[in-house]
């Protein structure tokens, strides 16, 4: 009996040890998770420091919080892009992010208080030499490539890419967008919901080239010492994006949440980025990424929408792809 009573006591202590761990939860892209994702390694290093458990729950974020509003189990928030920042201000659920823009290191200025950049890239097609020994050497020749090269894209509606897409096309193009994804259309063989699903397609040998970024390339270098895949770089310019981490103001882990992005900040987490996250690190000069990177070419001209223009054009910039693809 004595035997049973120390056995359950222990039982006790462990189970109330467990309750006490806080718990940290992240709402992020399904990518952020996946084989290619950042958040496997994301969670072991900030578990290191905070003596937390870090829980992600993935999905598609600006519907999920928007249906959830101040009901949400959010603490933060990670992978909003400044295509979609302004609706996701206006749902009033975000706190300031309390870290200091001065030491980011992107490409453009950085005001923004509330949502916090954590990485950065520019759209591009990617393609493999061995199966496509003369790729497009601009979006013009993209468009009159011929028909029986196949292409995979993402939907604008449910992808962040696919969305980035549409308006780089709408930047480059301007009114005459919905004739440019006249031409593109016969090329795509499919449009997927999400990034993963096309570049497996590609990986796979199913689509010549695939809709994804500048960056991707360098996994296939460093991660697999493979040299055949390359992003083709366009005169016309690569449309910048900025993914972005939010602290919830209602978090029932505040001082957990300013830890985490504080985190984000610092040089171990923004040193993870290129190799975890394949992306361009928000807050690294450019002389402490990776050694492999200096050989990766990147666009001379950014086109880029800020937070209320990405509002104001996307809806139509989305008219004109399904329009043009519904044909």
Known sequence: MKTLTLAALVTGLASAAVAETPVLTIYAGDYFTSEWGPGPIIEREF?????????????????????????????????????????????????????????????????????????????????????????????????????????????????????ALVLWVQAVYGDEAEAAWEKLAPKILTVTKGWSESYGLFTDGEVDMVLSYTTSPAYHMIAEEDFSKH??????????????????????????????????????????????????????????????????????KVLFYDEQEAAAVQVEAIEAWRRALSQ
């Open 231 to 300: 992003a083709a770089i366009f005169p016309e310019g690569h449309y910048f994006m900025v993914e972005t981490v939010g602290k919830i103001a209602g978090t029932e882990e505040p001082e957990l949440a300013d830890a985490f992005m504080a985190f984000v900040m610092s040089e171990d987490f923004q040193k993870l980025i290129p190799t975890a996250n394949w992306s361009l690190p928000s807050a690294l000069p450019k002389a402490d990424w990776p050694e492999a990177w200096s050989d990766l070419p990147l666009p001379e």
């Open 47 to 163: 578990e290191a420091r905070c003596d937390c458990d870090v829980q992600y729950a993935t999905g598609d974020l600006l519907p999920r919080l928007m249906l959830e509003g101040e009901r949400t189990r959010a603490d933060i928030v990670i992978g909003l892009t400044s295509d979609v920042s302004a609706k996701a201000r206006a749902t009033g659920l975000f706190a300031p992010h309390g870290q200091d823009n001065a030491a980011l290191t992107l490409p453009i200025e950085w005001t923004d208080d509330t949502f916090l950049p954590f990485n950065y890239g520019h759209t591009a097609f990617v393609y493999d030499e061995t199966r496509t020994p003369q790729p497009p050497q601009s979006f013009d020749a993209l468009l009159e490539m011929p028909e029986d090269v196949k292409i995979a894209i993402q939907d604008p509606r449910t992808s962040i890419s696919g969305l």
